[in-house]
């Protein structure tokens, strides 16, 4: 499975879903069992293809904070340390974490461009894929 298809579910689910949208431990293990990588290299994966989709703006801020807010759960609870810690995804995680309104005035739209386009800008900046 691709990470392309992978955002591609995650969209139809986040379509159909709406407030009930979550991503389940199910769905991490299937990823890494069809991708043949380990789960931090899935979600650093995943990251940067959000990443990439918002600053070319084939993905929207609600539909990547989103996702990145339900998959962080996974990465938090990982309290083991039974996998890798996926660095990029939390800085994605981050980025999009900025951008979700701390100016309770300001619309999401205006808190994203100012606050979550840069940050992601930098972080695909400093990634070589």
Same mark, same amino acid.
């Given at each position: 499975?691709? !990470?392309?298809?992978?955002? *591609?579910?995650?969209? !139809? &689910?986040? *379509?159909?879903? $709406?407030?009930?949208?979550?991503?389940?431990?199910? =769905?991490? =293990?299937? #990823?890494? @069992?069809?991708? $043949?990588?380990?789960? $931090?290299?899935?979600?650093?994966?995943?990251?940067?293809?959000?990443? &990439?989709?918002? @600053?070319?703006?084939?993905? =929207?801020?609600?539909?990547? /904070? &989103?996702?990145? %807010?339900?998959?962080? #759960?996974?990465? #938090?609870? *990982?309290?083991? /340390?039974? %996998?890798? &810690?996926? /660095?990029?995804?939390?800085?994605?995680?981050?980025?999009?974490?900025?951008?979700?309104?701390?100016?309770? $005035?300001?619309?999401?739209?205006?808190?994203?461009?100012?606050?979550?386009?840069?940050?992601? =800008?930098? !972080?695909?900046?400093?990634?070589?894929?």
């Amino acid at each position: 499975m691709t !990470i392309a298809r992978i955002v *591609d579910e995650l969209r !139809i &689910r986040f *379509d159909n879903d $709406g407030e009930a949208f979550a991503v389940e431990d199910v =769905d991490l =293990d299937a #990823w890494q @069992a069809e991708s $043949g990588l380990d789960r $931090g290299d899935v979600l650093d994966a995943l990251g940067l293809h959000l990443a &990439r989709g918002f @600053a070319s703006r084939t993905l =929207d801020f609600d539909f990547c /904070d &989103r996702v990145v %807010n339900a998959v962080i #759960w996974h990465v #938090w609870l *990982d309290r083991d /340390d039974e %996998n890798r &810690r996926p /660095d990029l995804f939390c800085a994605v995680f981050e980025a999009f974490e900025a951008g979700e309104g701390a100016d309770l $005035g300001d619309p999401m739209t205006e808190t994203a461009e100012r606050d979550t386009r840069p940050l992601i =800008d930098d !972080i695909l900046g400093r990634t070589r894929h």
